[in-house]
Every structure is written in C-alpha cells, then in structure tokens.
C-alpha cells in the first residue's frame, strides 16, 4: 500500500515554503565531508527554510555509482541531521529524496527513501527519454504506489525532454502525487502544467518553482483558466531550487514577501520586477549560463566555500568545477547585489554549524 504524505507536512508544502537542493560537502580526497555537509544543513534550517531535497542534481548524481557508495550514507546523515531540527521546531521540516533511473532502480529508490523517513521523491525521468507516454505513466504510477511522488520537468538543455500537455494531464491523475516542481526555462511548458493541474481539478497538488530564470514572477504570477463552467485560479507558492541551496536566508526572506503581496492583492511592485532580474542575473553567475551550464554545481561550491561552509569546490568528477571566467561572474553578483548575500547571517553561526 502506498504511503501517504502527513497531513502537517502537506499542508506545508501547500502552503509553500523554500526548499533548497542540498549540495554534496567533499573533502580533497573526493571522500564525504561529514562535518560540513551537517553544517550545511544546520544553515538550511537556521535560514528558514521549510525542507531540504538530497539525492538531487546538486547532491551530484554519481552518489548513485556503487563504487562510490554515498547515496544512503548522504540520506542517512541528511535525515539525522532533520531529526535533530524537528525536534526543536514546532513543524518538521520537509524531507525530499531524488528518484532516478528505469523502472525497477527508482522503484528501489522510493522504497528505501522511504524507509530513511523521507516525505517524498522528486521524480526525475531523465532515463525515460526514450519511452512513450504510456511506459513514462506507468513509470510513475509504480513509484507513487511506494511513496508519495514530487513530479519534476526538467530543462532539456541538462537531460529533461519535452513532456507534453497530454502527459501531465494524465499525470495529474496519478493519486499519490503530491506536488509538481517546474524547470523547464520555458514559460509555455510552466503554462502546460498550470493548466494541466488547474483543468484536473488537483488543488491538492502544490506547485513549486524550478525555473532558476524567473524564480521571483513564477511566485508572484496568478495563473487563471477556465475549467468546465468555472474559472481556476493557481499560484506557484514555493521553490524547490539549486539556487536556494545559497544565499537560503535571503531567499526565505524573499519568498515571505512574495506570500505578502499575494496576500495583500495589490499591484506587483517595481522592485520586485527589478528583484526578478536580479536575482536571474545571480542566478546566471552560479549555474553557469554562459557555458550551457557546465558549471552549476562547482558555482553553488564557491558561494559557500567564499562563506566558510565548505572547504573546497570538490566534485565526484574531477573534470567538473568552475568554468573560465566563472569565478569573476560570481564577483560581479557580488557587488551588484550586496543586498541579495546572506554572508553576515553565515559569519555569525557558522562556527555554531561546524562544530559536532
């Protein structure tokens, strides 16, 4: 039978909150850093931030490789370290666990994601670019029978294929599903699976941010369609995002006041138009956009070694760090937008994070 998402915690998510995708802490050695990837995870939780997705892109997919042998290591040591934020908090924070491969690896996947307590799996149907919409579907239906499922739809410029508006209307069927991550870098696409979960009638499906090139118009943006007689109107109300894996008090600062003028039902303010691109302009610092994004994840290391929390910008693939002239972009955010950092906040508690 499947398991259900407590009722806490979906109304959490729900409600919408930040979720960053957790980066993987590695020594010189390219071994695990245990002590900084608590860190780590000690900021996320003293930023605000509503729950922590692992075994995502930024954990680095190569976990995975039994040679290598971090995937349940890292989970492990992610779910002791939420534990310990619960027990101090009066909500617990939002466990996501990436789900990849065919059929029978995600299968697995889910099942021991959910015996390590996680709430849900982020879906990823990167190694179905080759499969139909009837064999992706009933991918999806078998991973949702195990635990509750996070759809996700990936760019195509890093593994993600088109999915079209037929596919996630099917898909927003899917009983267990629980909430819809967007990535696609394409406002027609976002628009496709608005759609497609406003005309289902799934309000209880939430909907978040991935599109790290309009992180803060997707939060401010009513989506309105007609369905049968009566108009529907969604919001995109969270994020579940590399780009909030730094910066993560800032941008639960941001997210608080986009729910404020939400809220509030008022015009958009100008400077949140200018924040839009600021923000996207970061954005393009850390990821990489320049060089199709070839550095996005050695980018999300620097920010936080320049904070202290990590020792070096180590990757599992020794090829992979900052691309040429990356590191200058990330200086030039830097200045641009000093009120976008969070590095007081990390200077103060760092030590705090690091010890134990």
Known sequence: MATQMNPQIRAALQRGVVIPACPLALTAQRTLDERRQRAVLRY????GAGGVAVGVHTTQFAIRDPKIGLFEPV????????DRADARRGEPLIRV????????????????????????GLLSLAAMKDAGDDEMLAHCRAVAEVIPVVGFYLQAAVGGRVLPYSF??????????????????????????????????REDIALYTGNDDNIVMDLLTPYRFRAGEKTVERRIVGGLLGHWAVWTRKAVELLEECHAIVRDGGA??????????????????????????????????????RQGLLEGLWCLDPHETLSPGQAAEIDRVYRAYPHLNDDAFVHEHRDEWLRG
């Open 268 to 305: 958009v303010p100008a400077e949140m138009l200018r924040r839009n691109i600021e923000v996207t302009d970061s954005n393009a610092a850390f990821f990489d956009a320049a060089n199709g994004f070839a550095g996005c994840i050695a980018g999300l290391h620097e920010v936080l070694r």
């Open 97 to 120: 666990a990436g789900i990849c491969g065919r059929t029978q690896q995600a299968v697995a996947e889910a099942t021991l994601v959910r015996r390590l307590g996680y709430h849900a």
């Open 44 to 47: 996320y939780n003293a930023a």
């Open 168 to 201: 996630w209307r099917r898909f927003a069927e899917i009983e267990n599903v629980v909430a819809i991550k967007m990535a696609p870098f394409n406002r027609y696409h976002t628009v496709d699976v608005v759609r497609t979960v406003a005309e289902a009638g």
């Open 75 to 82: 989970l492990k040591l992610t779910a002791e370290e939420m």
